[in-house]
């Protein structure tokens, strides 16, 4: 799969491409991360090219738990999310969360097998954000 870049992008420069989104932005985060990480990583939050990294011993299973976040206490969702999103709801049982480190490429990886929580928490996240 190839991604071209807008006309517009093939002449800014990574300060112009930070502040217009493109450090945040799926399609170009990598090589935002690889080319533009000094412009990105002071924006901070969805910007940074710096990522929390889930420790092993308490993690999420499912990928998409940070955007469910509002479901952990939910109560028609919270047993799935805590079985599911341990890390990010808190479920963990004491054990620390989360560390911080660095990720080449801006890009933290899943455990292989991976994947989203169910279906009904994805529908309930699209179809009753707050």
Do not use: H, W
Not at 9 to 16: D, E, G, L, P
Not at 23 to 35: D, E, H, Q, T, V
Not at 54 to 82: F, G
Request: hydrophobic share 30%; net charge positive.
């Amino acid at each position: 799969m190839f991604i071209t870049l807008p006309l517009e992008v093939k002449s800014a420069t990574c300060a112009q491409m930070a502040e217009n989104g493109y450090c945040k932005n799926p399609l170009y985060r990598k090589i935002m991360c690889s080319n533009c990480a000094k412009e990105c990583n002071p924006r901070g939050g969805a910007d940074s090219c710096e990522l929390p990294v889930k420790s092993s011993a308490c993690s999420d299973v499912a990928t998409n738990c940070e955007s469910l976040k509002y479901l952990c206490t939910n109560p028609t969702y919270a047993n799935v999310m805590a079985k599911n999103c341990m890390s990010t709801c808190n479920t963990c049982n004491g054990v620390p969360a989360t560390t911080t480190t660095t990720v080449a490429g801006g890009a933290a990886t899943t455990p292989s097998g991976a994947n989203a929580v169910t279906t009904e928490a994805t529908t309930a996240a699209t179809t009753k954000n707050p």
